[in-house]
């Protein structure tokens, strides 16, 4: 494998090849029924005694748009939207993704060979549950790590506007509970591999990574997943739920652009170095992450036997590196892709996603996502 050439590879991931199953699958959530998860916070929390506001104008103006970009989730969504998950997931079980199941369950041997109707029907549904529920989980991940960065960020104007995000994403938890809780059929737990990145940027005393790892790479992949979801969606609550949340998740991403850009531009190679490789670390954790094992294993499947099949499908690829669209033009705009001989460069090219490092960054185009007044989803994603 082309990965091993990189002696760290196994110390960053804690596997040689990217692609190891075995390794992936080892990766599992041993404590279901856990009610609380305590993570050691290492960082200081720092005092500025400089109140200078608009020193950074990009940072103002993001805190100022953010002041009027509120919004309820409790009255400014459609909640009495009736949701019949039989009737969508059926609707979904013609995507190309489940097609492709159901033509491989007519293999001798395929572990989905003896598939009913009913099974594919929960399949969907199950997908779903799961998806949404590490959508919230995520969501607390970025709740805290946001209060995080307002102790820990030096500058008022980052302070500001990160203690709006605190909001921002206390609004995004409580409406995918609610929605998890009212209009589907069961919440999965976090995901082992979404868990290890939330510890890893939680646990690290360094302030920026706690805006690498949250807004560029787990927000950056959020706003690409939410988007996704919503053009393939057929419930219009869910629609304008992940509309409203995308709104801000835009302004989250370019903020962590928009902070880090004059951040790293004092760095050294080797400080760089460290980042590329937790960005690395990020990708991949995000990816194996989307095997979404749970799921399998719930529907009673062998999740050996069905995780090939899942690894080899062409609109899973596709679906995967789309997922990158935002992260890697951010990470070429922050100076990662290309600092140290490209070293990033190369784990995203054999990553697949390279393809979208000319794509416009957050930083530019988040203004396109944002709410016009009065709430009214505006731009390319209404
Ligand atoms: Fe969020
Ligand atoms: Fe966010």
Not at 226 to 245: I, N
Request: with cysteine; glycine share 8%.
């Amino acid at each position: 494998m082309a990965f091993e050439q990189y002696a760290g590879n196994a110390h960053i991931i804690g596997r040689n090849d990217v692609n190891d199953l075995t390794a992936i699958l080892s990766v599992t959530n041993t404590d279901v029924d856990e009610v609380i998860h305590t993570v050691k916070d290492n960082a200081d929390a720092i005092f500025t005694w400089d109140y200078e506001k608009g020193e950074r104008p990009a940072l103002n103006k993001l805190y100022e748009k953010a002041k009027h970009s509120q919004w309820n989730g409790e009255t400014d969504l459609p909640w009495d939207t009736e949701v019949d998950v039989e009737k969508l997931a059926t609707e979904m079980g013609g995507n190309p993704q489940i097609q492709r199941f159901r033509e491989a369950a007519n293999t001798p041997g395929s572990p989905f060979e003896h598939f009913t109707e009913r099974q594919w029907t929960d399949l969907v549904i199950e997908g779903q549950n799961w998806r949404l529920s590490q959508f919230m989980h995520g969501e607390q991940g970025a709740l805290l790590c946001t209060a995080k960065i307002v102790e820990t960020v030096p500058w008022i104007d980052a302070k500001y506007y990160a203690s709006t995000q605190v909001m921002d994403e206390a609004r995004h938890v409580e409406v995918f509970a609610k929605y998890l809780d009212t209009k589907l059929t069961g919440h999965y737990p976090i995901n082992a591999h979404l868990k290890m990145l939330l510890d890893d940027i939680i646990n690290d005393s360094r302030w920026d990574m706690t805006y690498l790892g949250m807004q560029i790479m787990v927000e950056g992949l959020a706003l690409a997943a939410f988007g996704f979801m919503h053009m393939l969606t057929g419930d219009p609550l869910l629609k304008q739920l992940l509309r409203y949340v995308m709104s801000d998740e835009a302004r989250h991403v370019a903020f962590g652009v928009l902070s880090l850009k004059e951040y790293y531009a004092g760095l050294s190679d080797a400080e760089l170095r460290e980042r590329q490789e937790f960005a690395f670390e990020a990708a991949v954790r995000m990816r194996d992450r989307f095997l979404q094992q749970e799921v399998w294993d719930r529907m009673g499947l062998d999740v050996k036997q069905v995780l090939p099949l899942v690894m080899a499908s062409p609109q899973r690829q596709m679906f995967q590196s789309m997922l990158f669209s935002k992260i890697v033009p951010n990470c070429k705009k922050l100076g990662l892709l290309d600092a140290n001989g490209g070293w990033l460069r190369g784990r995203f090219t054999e990553l697949g996603v390279i393809g979208f490092e000319d794509n416009p960054d957050t930083g530019e185009e988040y203004a396109m996502f944002q709410l016009a007044e009065g709430g009214a989803a505006a731009g390319p994603t209404r």
